[in-house]
């Protein structure tokens, strides 16, 4: 006997994953609080028929209405065979017109044969026409005392406000991964049959929260598996990836091993592409709520969006393995920023020691620069190169010119060099003369655009002209920026909040840099040329 059939539960307490369905009905029939139409909705084998053939039954018992029946009288024996003249079941789908209510109409009206309620079970009623609702809805509301009336549905939003104002509403919701592995290997160990846990896993995963579903995998892992239902023989019937090779993958991205990534898309072409990506989803889910150190929730969200958006693609026909792959290599790229993260926090670590380690008065060197200061304290003096992070996205900038028009990116690369990227302005220095010049003047908006797609919509240029540079030429570029310095007076002292105006002093790493110094005891004065 098929499985579904041979433990469909008998009782209440025999229902499984519906904990609040079962404890309000059950203290409804015991405190003789009853209505006369309920409305069961759910996912599909969640429960929602056989909590109605159970209801009915405990309607219906000898010693009811009752939450236990007692399967020995002669209703509860009928209505466990589906056999009881008073419990008429209906199927909203293929019984759906007028005539068909008209004709269950009729039949409130006689009283029950044997029982004491005549009770109509109406499945998938949300496939009723309109006019069947309004034909339904007086005796809905109005129904004589013996006639009790439950609704069952997996789309209760299509059923008209007006039935919904007149039912007691039940909403059953998906069943657990583990509640339903757990009832899987309960029914195993009845039949006395073989299995691995992860097996069982797998289909209790694959049921979607629908107990119904998983039995039926379950039985057809029985038959394919003859002797023990383990991992090889499940994965192979559902036709998926086992979780050691998913595993293997994310560790070869975590490795940026590019051949083995493409080594596994060559290997798993017998497979369906939708299949691969939900099967990394769900598996990705598997490791955030295991806490894998391996994995962050930066890299797992990045992951997901990644995922997320192959199967976009694959819904608009795209090839299924091209999509799988590019999907894997973005995944690999998107492990960069993370290393990029890692370095500023490793670097702010760093800088937590030095302000514990080393003196005030000694040399406090910094990643990419360093903040010299005196013993005298009568003198500060900045040394900051751009960062590498900036540079690359200047680098990105001209990559991207050059993709949309090479001529531009030739010419962009010649003339404008990459001066710094702090507080949102952009700085370069351009060389550009003539025709080039000319160029990219024409190209401005469109140079401006990728701009603020890379470093941000609220970017500003500055533009640094290069005979700028040459009308003093004693000085060098940090010496021009340095020139707006305010000279400060010995008397003066840093404050805590102050906005510092200088490009310098507003980089990162230099504010970072004086917030390790007591202000109180470090003054800031013009460089002062020798």
């Given amino acids: 006997m098929v499985l579904a059939r041979k433990y469909r539960p008998k009782s209440f307490e025999d229902l499984v994953g519906q904990e609040a369905v079962r404890i309000t009905l059950s203290q409804a029939l015991a405190n003789n609080r009853l209505s006369y139409a309920y409305l069961f909705s759910g ?11 159970i209801f009915a039954k405990a309607l219906l018992c000898q010693d009811g209405p009752t939450p236990s029946p007692c399967q020995k009288c002669l209703n509860c024996q009928m209505a466990n065979e589906n056999r009881h003249i008073d419990i008429i079941e209906m199927d909203g789908a293929s019984n759906r017109g007028i005539d068909d209510i008209k004709e269950l109409i009729e039949h409130t009206k006689y009283k029950p ?6 009770i109509f079970i109406i499945d998938e009623v949300h496939m009723l026409t309109i006019q069947a609702f309004n034909a339904l809805l007086k005796t809905l509301e109005e129904p004589p005392e013996f006639v009790k009336f439950i609704l069952a549905t997996t789309d209760p939003l299509k059923l008209p406000a007006t039935i919904l104002s007149r039912v007691q509403h039940f909403r059953f919701k998906k069943i657990p991964q583990k509640v339903i592995q757990s009832h899987l290997e309960y029914i195993l160990d009845m039949e006395k049959i073989e299995y691995e846990k992860e097996a069982i896993s797998i289909i209790a995963r694959s049921g979607a929260g629908s107990l119904r579903d998983a039995l039926t995998l379950l039985d057809q892992a029985i038959v394919y598996a003859k002797s023990k239902v383990d991992i090889s023989t499940v994965t192979k019937m559902l036709g998926v990836i086992e979780p050691f090779v998913l595993d293997k993958l994310l560790e070869d991205i975590l490795k940026k091993d590019q051949d083995a990534i493409l080594e596994f898309i060559s290997q798993s072409s017998e497979y369906e592409s939708e299949m691969i990506i939900d099967e990394l989803i769900l598996y990705t889910k598997e490791l955030l709520l295991k806490r894998d150190p391996r994995f962050s929730p930066i890299i797992l969200d990045r992951f997901f969006r990644i995922l997320a958006e192959a199967k976009e693609l694959l819904h608009f026909g795209s090839d299924g393995e091209f999509v799988l792959g590019l999907s894997l290599m973005k995944m690999v790229e998107a492990l960069l920023p993370f290393e ?11 800088l937590k ?24 304290l009568k003198k500060v003096s900045l040394e900051v190169e751009p960062f590498s992070i900036e540079k690359e ?7 991207k010119l050059e ?3 090479k001529n531009l990116g030739e010419v962009f690369r010649r003339n404008i ?3 710094s990227f702090e507080n949102g302005k952009l700085t370069w220095k351009s060389k550009a003369t003539g025709d080039e010049k000319k160029l990219l003047k024409n190209k401005w908006i469109l140079i401006r655009t990728f701009v603020q797609d890379i470093f941000g919509l609220e970017t500003k240029i500055i533009n640094l002209q290069q005979e700028n540079l040459h009308n003093k030429p004693h000085q060098n570029l940090k010496e021009v920026q340095n020139s707006s310095l305010e000279e400060k007076t010995p008397k003066d002292l840093i404050p ?3 906005k510092l105006e200088d490009p310098i002093l507003n980089q990162p790493m230099i504010k970072k840099a004086i917030e390790l110094f007591d202000p109180k005891r470090v003054r800031i004065r013009k460089i002062e040329q020798k």
Avoid: N, P, W, Y
Avoid at 113 to 118: E, Q, V, Y
Avoid at 340 to 350: A, H, K, N
């Fill in 417 to 419: 060099e990459f001066v």
């Fill in 496 to 498: 805590e909040k102050e």
């Fill in 43 to 53: 996912l599909r084998g969640s429960g929602k028929t056989s909590t109605a053939r």
């Fill in 353 to 376: 020691i030095d302000k514990i380690s080393k003196s005030l008065t000694k040399e406090t060197k910094l990643s990419k620069g360093f903040l010299e200061v005196s013993k005298d």
């Fill in 403 to 405: 993709d949309l028009d």
């Fill in 340 to 350: 990029i993260d890692q370095v500023i926090q490793d670097l702010e670590e760093e």
């Fill in 393 to 399: 996205k200047f680098e990105t900038l001209i990559k």
């Fill in 113 to 118: 044969s044997i029982g004491r309620f005549k």
